[in-house]
């Protein structure tokens, strides 16, 4: 069975840093792109930040790069996105998907609805 399962997240205050992770399984994760995803309560979701591969530069837009950093792990598995400076508008729940071949700033802002595979959301909260 395919599994995403993304962690990490809590209660976080302003100006706060957190790592989520994202650990797959159940399909070939050197393979797939894997992207950082969130929806706020009441708003759209909203893709943040992808990565193909170690030896690939990340995608990310442009709300959130001089913030969150995403990187991998081949050897685990596992996908992870530090998020530093952390603003209330950043409470949301934080998904991370996987795809084959989607990975790019209009992929995440576009196409989010064609990645592959999904996780679970992993929920951040960021009070002042």
């Known amino acids: 069975d395919v599994q995403l399962q993304a962690s990490g997240g809590g209660s976080v205050q302003v100006g706060g840093s957190l790592t989520l992770s994202c650990t797959a399984s159940?399909?070939?994760?050197?393979?797939?792109?894997i992207g950082w995803f969130r929806q706020a309560p009441g708003k759209e979701r909203e893709g943040l930040a992808c990565?193909?591969?170690?030896?690939?530069?990340?995608f990310y837009v442009p709300s959130v790069e001089d913030r969150f950093t995403i990187f991998r792990d081949e050897a685990i598995n596992t996908v992870y996105l530090r998020m530093n400076n952390l603003e209330p508008e950043d409470t949301a729940i934080y998904y991370c998907?996987?795809?084959?071949?989607?990975?790019?700033?209009?992929?995440?802002?576009?196409?989010?609805?064609?990645?592959?595979?999904w996780g679970q959301g992993t929920l951040v909260t960021v009070s002042s």
């Open positions: 998907a996987a795809d084959s071949y989607l990975c790019s700033d209009y992929a995440l802002q576009y196409l989010a609805s064609q990645f592959d595979h």
């Open positions: 159940g399909f070939p994760f050197n393979a797939s792109a």
């Open positions: 990565i193909f591969n170690p030896d690939n530069a990340p």
